[in-house]
């Protein structure tokens, strides 16, 4: 099955820096890449998801890039705000098996 | 358009009892899976369902856990004779095709004393 690293497990921004979350994964055949947002005690939210046959995606201040050939995405976050601090999780998704990072424990301090 | 509906919200149960977790998928979609979620890990994936079929159950233990999802109602997610170690936040997840673009429900924080 899939099995998705992701790195690092925390990061600490001041307000305004840019924020960068890598993941990698190793099934070759995974073609379907989300982000989620958790914030404390909440669901996770989709933020942004790319697919792979594209090699990069934004939405406002969120962008995702994605790797086919070494097999890692990453989402960067510009201009952080304190309201981004929250526990983000990546995924790659084959068909039906979907499998999560660890997760990244975001915090912008103001 | 509801999205992804989770009952109950919080659940008590004693070792030994049977806890039901209910999910509504969001309108239109036919695919739920379930994770699990420890405090300060990861979602990990227990089980994937469609309309009257189980897809995939690979994540879900073998023993006491067990899903379905009727033609009509909820999904739901039985634990039988929990343990202390089932405590955690149990999540459900729709999505209109496959696996992309899950929507997450708000959760069931499961707790076995």
């Known amino acids: 099955g899939e099995n998705v690293e992701q790195h690092p497990s925390t990061l600490s921004v001041q307000e305004g820096d840019s924020a960068v979350i890598k993941c990698t994964y190793s099934?070759?055949?995974?073609?379907?890449f989300p982000w989620y947002k958790q914030e404390l005690g909440k669901r996770p939210q989709l933020i942004i998801d790319?697919?792979?046959?594209?090699g990069e995606k934004k939405d406002q201040r969120i962008a995702v890039t994605l790797n086919k050939t070494a097999k890692h995405f990453s989402l960067h976050i510009t201009e952080t705000q304190p309201e981004d601090s929250a526990v983000y999780f990546c995924?790659?998704?084959?068909?039906?098996?979907?499998?999560f990072g660890a997760g990244t424990r975001l915090t912008v301090k103001p | 358009n509801a999205g992804v509906m989770q009952n109950p919200r919080h659940l008590v149960r004693r070792r030994g009892q049977e806890a039901r977790l209910r999910c509504s998928p969001m309108?239109?979609?036919?695919?739920v899976y379930w994770y699990r979620q420890l405090p300060e890990e990861g979602l990990k994936f227990m089980v994937y369902?469609?309309?009257?079929?189980?897809?995939?159950e690979s994540g879900m233990p073998k023993e006491r856990f067990s899903a379905e999802f009727p033609k009509e109602g909820p999904s739901i997610l039985r634990i039988q004779q929990v343990v202390r170690g089932d405590s955690a936040a149990y999540f459900c997840?729709?999505?209109?095709?496959?696996?992309?673009?899950?929507?997450f429900g708000p959760g069931t924080r499961l707790t076995v004393t």
């Open positions: 997840a729709s999505s209109p095709q496959t696996a992309y673009e899950q929507y």
């Open positions: 369902l469609q309309k009257e079929n189980i897809i995939d």
């Open positions: 790319i697919r792979s046959n594209v």
């Open positions: 309108k239109g979609h036919s695919h």
């Open positions: 099934d070759s055949a995974s073609n379907y």
């Open positions: 995924a790659a998704i084959r068909n039906n098996d979907m499998r």
